[in-house]
T-cell receptor
């Protein structure tokens, strides 16, 4: 079974702190994604990566950055956390195969609260 | 205009009925379409994928795609209380592209 592991299930941070959210997948998938999920707004894409050291902005990249130094690991960084970044953060991975594009495997999520 | 749109619901159906969930997308370049199910407090999980026009059946689930109308649907036959969840429609252009989700439709199956 594909396993996508997010480092923390719950996280509480202070406004202005630099926050790192880590995600590791064990299936050698090329693509990795970071989404945030808020009530009424659904899943919104922050960043994605289709290869090591490659990154593409999603729909809401402002206030975030990412790092992918190894294929299995994709980190989301909140440079200076703000209260409007309180949310559920979901990491996902997917393989690059013709008929499997878009088949995402999600981690269990990190509920981040910024106080 | 959002790229992928769904009726937010909630949609309520009695046990044993057919639940019909709808989705429209705006980017004609989208090639692959997916339905994910998300139980409360859990992560989304893939239940159906469809790539060509027509119907695709898997057990009690049928996905339908009409690229000319930019419309995707999911039918759940013989709905069960365990089907109560939020259903997310998603679309992507290629395997190297972003995957965009709709806001989800909440389904409640009443025993």
């Amino acid at each position: 079974d594909v396993k996508v592991t997010q480092s923390s299930r719950y996280l509480v941070k202070r406004t202005g702190e630099k926050v790192f959210l880590e995600c590791v997948q064990d299936m050698d998938h090329e693509n990795m994604f970071w989404y945030r999920q808020d009530p009424g707004l659904g899943l919104r894409l922050i960043y994605f990566s289709y290869d090591v050291k490659m990154k593409e902005k999603g729909d809401i990249p402002e206030g975030y950055s990412v790092s992918r130094e190894k294929k299995e690991r994709f980190s989301l960084i909140l440079e200076s956390a703000s209260t409007n970044q309180t949310s559920m953060y979901l990491c996902a991975s997917s393989p690059i195969l013709t008929d499997l594009g878009g088949k995402l495997f999600f981690g269990s999520g990190t509920q981040l609260s910024v106080l | 205009q959002k790229e992928v749109e769904q009726n937010s619901g909630p949609l309520s159906v009695p046990e044993g009925a057919i639940a019909s969930l709808n989705c429209t997308y705006s980017d004609r370049g989208s090639q692959s379409f997916f339905w994910y199910r998300q139980y409360s407090g859990k992560s989304p999980e893939l239940i159906m994928s469809i790539y060509s026009n027509g119907d695709k059946e898997d057990g009690r689930f049928t996905a339908q795609l009409n690229k000319a109308s930019q419309y995707v649907s999911l039918l759940i036959r013989d709905s069960q209380p365990s089907d109560s969840a939020t259903y997310l429609c998603a679309a992507t252009k290629t395997s190297y592209d972003k995957v965009i989700f709709g806001p989800g439709t909440s389904l409640s199956v009443i025993p």
